[in-house]
């Protein structure tokens, strides 16, 4: 049996309690719609209410806020509940925007948008990308021009995962000079907003129910108060000094991921005969499968480092960017072996593996490139 799991000194009992409510939660309310989900495209909005009201959107938000006040683990927990259960990165989404809020914005603006958020009545997005700008956040055009008490805001962005379902948008906007100081943060409240349009819904290779949009900001106006912290120019700050939380909420799920890989690829080898024995008992099955279930200890045993590390507030960003790029990788890597000894099954959409190689992809592309990761590693390096 493939070990799960392996025990840190994050892992306390409360923990463990949360994380069996929320997989009973998901197995019960979630993972039987999730393939109609695939196929339309999306997980409806109002799926996330219940999720939200059981405590399980923004547990690590404080309760003055709607949350429960827990410590950063309990969200890492969720993330892998959830990619255990193929389930895609929506919530991930959600709660990073719920921390730009909760980190930089006014006190008014808490109050106005978090609990909303922790109870699921918001499902929130991240619109930074765009048609013309990936990771050179500096080459962002999207602008918000200031008219009296109102920011006008005329733009595109793309790839927006929650685009399509989300009712509140973290926009990330230009107010002032070329290159990253004129960068802002403006918060959206999206339903019947005038100027504001999704377009496509974007078609992937994977991630199927995940909905990914383009977006359009046509004369959007929105009052001044919704600037993200009160003070133009921070943008930029703002999204850097969230990084390595952020790429927790990446590389959790690669562990997760890999381990599934792994456990169904062995129950699978273990069943599957070829040549008249199991295809376990194939000297090159069971290396591959050893050498599979190596990386899944390493990548969680260093997991589960880097999670107390952020929970103690020692997790550099360079740490957090080797978790992403790494871990991220090895999930690639991991379903790749795996898939290749499903044999013809493995290339087919009704196997799980397929399902876990298809949606591995990305992993290693949003939220940072490996190479990106890679340039800010050796960044930290020479200084």
């Known amino acids: 049996m493939m070990p799960q799991l392996y025990r840190h000194q994050w892992m306390d009992s409360d923990i463990e309690a949360f994380r069996e409510q929320v997989r009973r939660y998901i197995a019960g309310e979630l993972s039987p719609h999730l ?93 930074m990308t765009e048609p013309g ?38 926009v990330v906007v230009r107010t002032g000079e070329a290159r990253s100081r004129g960068l802002s943060m403006v918060v959206l409240e999206t339903e019947s907003l005038a100027g504001f349009q999704v377009g496509r819904r974007l078609e992937k290779l994977g991630q199927h129910a995940s909905d990914t949009a383009e977006l ?94 952020l929970l103690d507030g020692t997790l550099d960003d360079a740490a957090a960017y080797m978790a992403k790029w790494w871990t991220t990788e090895q999930q690639g890597r991991v379903t790749d072996e795996c898939l290749q000894l499903f044999g013809g099954y493995g290339y087919m959409a009704e196997y799980p593996i397929a399902r876990l190689y298809a949606d591995a992809r990305v992993q290693r592309i949003y939220g940072g490139t490996t190479e990106i990761m890679k340039e800010l590693i050796a960044r930290k390096l020479s200084t």
Request: net charge negative.
């Open 216 to 309: 359009s900001f046509d004369g959007v106006r929105v009052p001044v108060d919704h600037l993200l912290g009160g003070d133009e120019g921070n943008g930029f700050v703002q999204l850097m000094s969230q990084l390595p939380y952020e790429r927790m909420l990446l590389a959790v799920p690669a562990a997760a991921v890999i381990e599934l890989a792994v456990q169904l690829t062995l129950e699978y080898t273990q069943q599957r005969k070829a040549f008249g024995k199991a295809l376990y008992d194939f000297q090159n099955t069971r290396f591959k499968l050893a050498e599979c279930a190596t990386l899944a200890h390493v990548v969680r045993s260093f997991v589960n480092d880097c999670i107390q590390r």
């Open 35 to 127: 393939d109609g989900w695939r196929r339309q495209g999306y997980i409806p909005r109002e799926i996330w209410r219940p999720f939200g009201q059981m405590g399980f959107l923004l547990p690590e938000i404080g309760e003055a806020y709607g949350g429960a006040g827990a410590n950063l683990a309990y969200q890492c927990v969720l993330q892998d509940e959830m990619a255990k259960a193929e389930l895609p990165a929506n919530t991930a989404v959600h709660t990073i925007a719920a921390h730009y809020i909760l980190d930089y914005g006014t006190e008014a603006q808490k109050q106005r948008w978090l609990p909303k958020l922790a109870s699921g009545e918001m499902l929130a997005g991240i619109a």
């Open 133 to 170: 700008c990936g990771s050179d956040l500096q080459a962002l055009r999207t602008r918000a021009r200031r008219e009296g008490d109102e920011y006008v805001i005329d733009g595109a962005k793309t790839f927006i995962t929650n685009g399509f379902t989300a009712n509140l948008l973290v």
